[in-house]
């Protein structure tokens, strides 16, 4: 990430532009750590999973997030997405690898949330998820609307073990951090740096907490000129919590 201690700062909080892209890593994986835990998660159609949204500025609650496993293939997992409220975003499709990394999902370009499609898996997870593990990839991004292609780095890294409770229950989770270089250079815009912090449940398959939080440099309002000279413009600070699951009926 950028150092931000020189740069004047400018908050502005946008939900209803970048809530789709918070479930950076909201994985509907059959397997992420082993062949053990893979037998004990495999997903099915129907599978669903609530996620309760909130400001981490402030801790308000905005409401309720979905996502319903549509569709298995060989090789991709679909998954249908929609809100309870219509100020969170439209309803949209997510494709993920069965190891949890993304085909088709959002990523925040200063402040707007681009349902990218991915040439290659964006590396949410590298398996196996040992404490201190750490990778480097870079991926190429192309936004089917505009046809705007950028290249993606993705710096993830493994933190260790954490018990945490969430409104679903108390779960023993994989923490997950992931730096993220949006390519998305834009005039005086600087490209979007990304921070996405998941809490993953190897009971579950997926994270049971998502945070993400993002910024960039404007120099367009730099005083007195300069490439790197600005404010940094901070994004919303988004707090996913599982609420509720639901298995789908044999």
Request: charged share 20%; hydrophobic share 40%.
């Amino acid at each position: 990430m950028m150092n931000t201690s020189s740069f004047p700062v400018t908050a502005r909080p946008a939900w209803t532009r970048v809530l789709s892209s918070v479930v950076t890593a909201s994985a509907f994986v059959a397997a992420i750590i082993g062949p053990a835990v893979a037998a004990a998660v495999s997903p099915a159609v129907g599978d669903t999973y609530v996620y309760r949204l909130a400001n981490g500025y402030n801790h308000e609650v905005r409401g309720q997030i979905h996502y319903r496993i549509d569709k298995i293939d060989a090789e991709r997992i679909t998954v249908a997405v929609t809100t309870d409220t219509p100020s969170l975003g439209a309803a949209r499709t997510e494709v993920y690898t069965k190891d949890g990394n993304w085909l088709r999902h959002p990523l925040v370009n200063h402040d707007q949330p681009v349902e990218y499609e991915f040439a290659s898996a964006y590396p949410a997870y590298v398996l196996p998820l040992d404490s201190g593990k750490s990778w480097s990839v870079r991926v190429n991004a192309v936004d089917p609307a505009s046809g705007r292609r950028n290249s993606v780095r993705v710096d993830g890294e493994v933190l260790g073990s954490e018990r945490i409770t969430v409104p679903a229950g108390t779960f023993d989770t994989i923490k997950v951090r992931r730096y993220v270089y949006a390519g998305d250079w834009d005039g005086f815009r600087h490209e979007t740096n990304i921070t996405e912090t998941d809490w993953y449940a190897p009971v579950l398959g997926r994270p049971v907490r998502t945070e993400s939080k993002s910024e960039y440099l404007d120099t367009s309002r730099a005083i007195g000129g300069g490439t790197f000279s600005g404010p940094v413009i901070y994004g919303d600070w988004i707090v996913l919590e599982l609420a509720a699951t639901s298995t789908a009926k044999p």
